[in-house]
C-alpha cells in the first residue's frame, strides 16, 4: 500500500469479486432493454431486475405502511445531485431527502467520513455501516407526501461504495460478508423499493472540477482516479446493467452541462421524473 504524506493512499482499481450479492445478477440484468428519448433522456428498464411490487407479505413496510413514489437521484460524487434536489424542491410539492452527510461528518464528535478518507482499510467498515443505517433511516422515514425524491439510496450505498472499497482492496472480505448479511436481510424484510432512479451522468473529470470547486474539506484527500472507479461502477449497475440489480427504471440525464443547460433538461422532463408510475415511455 503507497503512503502519501503519512496518509494511506487509494488503491482503486483491484480484480472484479462479487461474491455474496443479493440476487442472481449478470443473468437477470441482461434481459434489460434501453431506448433513445427525444428529449435528450435515455431510459433503461429492466424489469426483471426490479423489486417485486407491492412487496411480499410480511415484508416491514415503510413506516405508516403509505404509498408513495420514490424518486432516487444518483449519480457520481459533486456530479450535481444536491443541486438537483433543490432545484425540484423550490419548484415542485414532494418530499426531497438530501443525503444524511452532516451525520457522516459527526457522529458523537466522530468525523467517519473524514476518517474513511484518510484511512479507507482502516474506517471503510466503519463509514459504510453508518451509511446503511442512515440510508435505511431515510428509506423508511414517515411521510405525509405522496413523493418522495431522495439523494442517493441504500442500493447505491452497497452497490457502488461498499463494491469500491472491496474490490480495490481497502476492505477485507470479513468486513465485507457482514455488511452484505445485512444488505441482504434489509432487501428481504424491509420495503426500501424505489420507482424511479435518475442517474446524472457525468464525467469524471466534471465531477473532478466541481469537487474542487466545492472543496469539502474532507473530499481535498480524493483523486482523480476514485472518481473514474466510482463513475465506472455506476455505469455497470446503471447503463450496462450487467453488475447488481436495478432497482427500479433508470432515467440518464446528461449532465456535464452548465446549470443553465441542465435546467432545461430538468424542466423537459419534469412529467417523466415526476409521474415515475406513468411507464408510457418506458420499453
Ligand atoms: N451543472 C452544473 N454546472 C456547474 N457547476 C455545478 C453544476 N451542478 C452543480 N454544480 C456545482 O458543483 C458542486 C457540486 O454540486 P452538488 O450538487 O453539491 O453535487 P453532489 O450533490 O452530486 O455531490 C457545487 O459547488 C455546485 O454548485
Ligand atoms: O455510500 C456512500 C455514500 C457517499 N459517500 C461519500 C462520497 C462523498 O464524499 C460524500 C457525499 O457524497 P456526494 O456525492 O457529495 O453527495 O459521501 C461514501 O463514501 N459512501
Known sequence: MLVLKGLRTWSFLAGSRYPGSAWPTRALV????????SSGAREHYCTTSRFPDPPPAGKLQKSGGETKSVICIEGNIASGKTTCLEYFAKTTNIEVLEEPVAKW??????????????????????????????????????????????????????????????QSGNMPEVDYAVLTEWFNWIVENIDISVDLI?????????????????CREEEKLIPME????????????LIQQNSFPVPA????????????????????????????SNKQWCL
Not at 226 to 237: G, K, M, N, S
Not at 265 to 271: A, G, K, P, V
Open 249 to 276: 427504471p433508470v432515467l440518464v440525464i446528461e449532465a456535464d452541462d452548465d446549470l443553465t443547460k441542465i435546467i432545461r433538461q430538468y424542466e423537459e422532463n419534469r412529467t417523466r421524473i415526476l409521474t415515475p
Open 105 to 166: 461528518r459527526n457522529i458523537r464528535g466522530h468525523n467517519p467520513l473524514g476518517l474513511m478518507y484518510q484511512d479507507a482499510a482502516r474506517w471503510g467498515i466503519t463509514l459504510q455501516t453508518y451509511i446503511q443505517l442512515t440510508m435505511l433511516q431515510r428509506h423508511t422515514r414517515p411521510s405525509r407526501y405522496p413523493m418522495r425524491m431522495m439523494e442517493r439510496s441504500i442500493h447505491s450505498a452497497k452497490y457502488i461504495f461498499v463494491e469500491n472499497l472491496y
Open 226 to 237: 476514485y472518481l473514474e472507479a466510482i463513475h465506472h461502477l455506476h455505469e455497470e449497475w
Open 198 to 214: 435518475v442517474y446524472l451522468h457525468t464525467s469524471p473529470e466534471t465531477c473532478y472540477k466541481r469537487l474542487k470547486e466545492r
Open 30 to 37: 441482461q434481459s434489460g432493454r434501453r431506448k433513445k428519448l
